[in-house]
């Protein structure tokens, strides 16, 4: 499947192109990055390929958004150089959008750019995180701030990876999924049947080229690529409220609340009603609508007290660029809150 200038791989196939590469490349190093959790991963995955270098260093990170930092950066840049590699060296990123979004960064950085190849192992960096050529790390308290477009030499996507995924962290990736299919159309509503026990290879899939497809129009986000942040908006806000009161959720997650909101906003109470069937709006607190406010107003987009939101005319037709005013938004909200309150 075509991104922009690369291709993602599929299970055995994917293996199969990652082992020819491997063997084509003929890497100076390999160094495989991993997270805590995500190191469990590395027997499965290298015995899936004959050609990789039997000596390939392990990098290993703690897991979790801390990691996305300059500090680890630093010290990745450091452990590359102490272990000789050159311009030639290989960097599989073997983890969830984390590792793949660090890896990325360190490969596209170090000695002006090194080979990388993505194998993701959360159904969000199957779908999201490793599609699209965006690297970055989080700087100051906000995240994202620092990066670089670069594209990998290859994506490697197996399901099998997913079932170790904690439950949660399955429901964040499939709340990207859901917010695909609403972008384009296809696999609704049947897309919120999935569950995490099912063999979804093929969703995966159309997931992926969903965003692909977006990606090839606008890599560097100068419009369309915007709609891609579908219940983005509001997700934000509220994934940084979760994260203040020490009840911290995964992005996806918070996504599935933005696109509750986004769909009320958009008037598609009947798209609403269908994603309430599966993942109900989550009560808002009243007291803390001002802090949600403020939070979506933060984001430098935003102007003259509006806040701007990729809506839909209608399933599969999305438009961005929508100001929305705090008397809208509130009382969508509180209309949300209203129906699972009564
Ligand atoms: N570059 C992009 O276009 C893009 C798009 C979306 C998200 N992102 C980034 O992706 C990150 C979120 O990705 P994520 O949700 O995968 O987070 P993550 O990488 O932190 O993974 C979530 C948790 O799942 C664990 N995990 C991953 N794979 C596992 C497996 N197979 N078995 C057991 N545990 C596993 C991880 O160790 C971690 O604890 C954020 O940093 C976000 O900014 C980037």
């Not at 690369?6 to 590469?21: C, K, M, N, P, Q």
């Not at 990691?67 to 969830?96: C, M, T």
Request: aromatic share 8%.
């Amino acid at each position: 499947m075509r991104t922009t200038e690369i291709t993602s791989y599929f299970g055995a196939e994917g293996f199969r192109v990652l082992d020819e590469f491997l063997f084509k490349k003929k890497a100076s190093k390999t160094f495989i990055l991993v997270d805590e959790n995500t190191a469990s991963c590395i027997g499965t995955f290298s015995n899936q390929l004959a050609h990789l270098d039997s000596d390939f260093d392990i990098l290993e990170v703690p897991s979790g958004e801390e990691s996305k930092s300059i500090e680890v950066v630093v010290q990745l840049w450091a452990s590359l150089l102490e272990y000789g590699a050159d311009r030639q060296a290989l960097l599989i990123n073997l983890g969830g959008g984390m590792i793949c979004d660090l890896g990325a960064f360190v490969a596209s950085t170090y000695k002006r750019g090194i080979s990388y190849v993505q194998v993701p192992t959360s159904l969000l960096a199957m779908v999201d995180a490793s599609i699209g050529g965006k690297t970055g790390i989080n700087f100051q308290g906000l995240k994202n701030q620092i990066g670089t477009f670069s594209e990998p030499d290859a994506i490697v996507i197996a399901p099998m990876f997913l079932t170790s995924l904690s439950k949660k962290e399955w429901i964040s990736g499939h709340g990207e999924m859901i917010k695909h299919s609403l972008l384009n159309g296809s696999d609704w509503p049947a897309i919120l049947q999935l569950e995490a026990s099912m063999n979804i290879e093929e969703e995966i899939r159309r997931s992926v080229q969903i965003k692909s497809d977006v990606v090839s129009l606008d890599f560097k986000e100068s419009g369309f690529r915007k709609v891609l942040n579908l219940g983005h908006t509001f997700g934000h806000a509220w994934e940084s409220l979760m994260l203040e009161k020490g009840t911290p959720i995964p992005h996806g997650m918070a996504v599935i609340q933005g696109l509750h909101l986004a769909l009320a906003l958009s008037q598609q109470d009947e798209l609403q009603k269908e994603l309430s069937g599966k993942y109900p709006w989550e009560f808002v607190n009243e007291d803390d609508l001002t802090q949600l406010w403020t939070n979506q107003l933060a984001d430098k987009k935003n102007q003259n007290q509006s806040v701007q939101f990729v809506l839909l005319d209608r399933l599969g037709q999305p438009t961005i660029d929508n100001p929305v005013d705090i008397k809208r938004w509130m009382d969508c909200m509180l209309l949300l809150n209203q129906k699972v309150h009564g």
